[in-house]
């Protein structure tokens, strides 16, 4: 009976090793295929780039940078502020390092 076990165990672990195998050579596989589709929107030759929309300056820069309220003790804990402001930087894809920044600047408005 244990022999039995044994060779069920075996099989059963030399058959997640052939799909593990299987399955990273299939990762590597997409991954040599982004890096390919990288390279050629890098070197703008891509069909990306040329149909890539990017807007005109003037109109970049007069969109206002969105806006976050300022903590208000009579109304939120600190925590559940400091919450929302992270959701709120993830949600407008701030730079960490741009974080204390647009925290100071909109908590003094």
Known sequence: MSE??????????????????????????????????IMTVLKGTGSAVSNAYVP?????????????????????LWTDSWARFTAFAGAHSLPADNHAQVFLITSLQ
């Open 4 to 37: 039995k076990l044994v060779k069920l165990l075996q099989e059963q672990l030399e058959e997640q090793r052939k799909q593990a195998t299987e399955q990273l050579e299939e990762q590597r596989k997409q991954h040599k295929e982004q890096l390919e589709l």
């Open 56 to 76: 005109p300056p003037s109109v970049a820069a007069s969109v206002p940078p969105p806006s976050f309220s300022a903590f208000d003790s009579t109304a939120e």
